[in-house]
């Protein structure tokens, strides 16, 4: 293959639990309720789509705008300082720029988030692109937009990349349309592991086996 696709929370990074960290801590201060059961529902939401639930569902005195800077303080300040890449994945990414594959980021994740704690890891420098689905408008539930950028960007087919993905959702999304996935086991997808098993065309427990 001559290019690679990754998502970054759960693939890249072990940066799942700054979501749900942030979550939690919001909804205390709030004194909302129920915030196992409705993380679990929000989880495929953008950063937009999930403060807009949150203040429909508890008809809260708050903008989007002003949820939303609660929220990206608590979860800039994870990602800057404390967010890891996953064992093996700094190493791997080396070899692939020695080698010469293209490669582009495509998350969810806003990029005011990320490129600190990708400029720390020095990631960023492996990277031929960084992309966003909010720049695009666009999201991984319902359409492929973002991956088909990221070929565009890199010049290549899809028949010609290779996306690393762990969520379940998103994976549905790339066999629809087309794309060859490899799955990145997490800890927040061991619930749908089967169902990813038979989309998948590999599954990844750990960096360090790929090869």
């Not at 400029?119 to 966003?132: C, Q, S, Y």
């Amino acid at each position: 293959m001559k290019g690679y696709i990754f998502d970054l929370d759960g693939t890249l990074l072990d940066s799942q639990w700054v979501w749900k960290s942030s979550t939690v801590e919001i909804f205390e201060e709030l004194e909302l309720p129920d915030v196992d059961t409705l993380y679990l529902e929000m989880r495929s939401f953008s950063l937009e789509e999930a403060n807009d639930f949150i203040i429909e569902r508890f008809q809260l005195p708050y903008t989007r705008d002003e949820m939303i800077e609660r929220v990206s303080v608590k979860v800039k300040e994870k990602y800057d300082h404390l967010v890891k890449a996953k064992a093996g994945v700094l190493e791997k990414l080396k070899e692939f720029h020695e080698a010469g594959i293209k490669m582009t980021i495509a998350t969810a994740s806003e990029k005011e988030f990320i490129l600190g704690c990708l400029n720390r890891l020095g990631i960023t420098e492996l990277m031929d692109h960084i992309i966003t689905t909010s720049e695009y408008n666009t999201n991984k539930k319902e359409e492929a937009v973002i991956y088909d950028i990221a070929c565009k960007l890199m010049q290549l087919d899809k028949q010609e990349v290779v996306v690393f993905e762990d969520a379940l959702h998103a994976i549905e999304t790339l066999k629809k349309n087309g794309y060859c996935v490899y799955a990145i086991e997490d800890d927040d997808e061991l619930d749908h592991r089967q169902q990813i098993l038979q989309l998948a065309d590999r599954y990844i427990s750990d960096w360090n086996e790929f090869c």
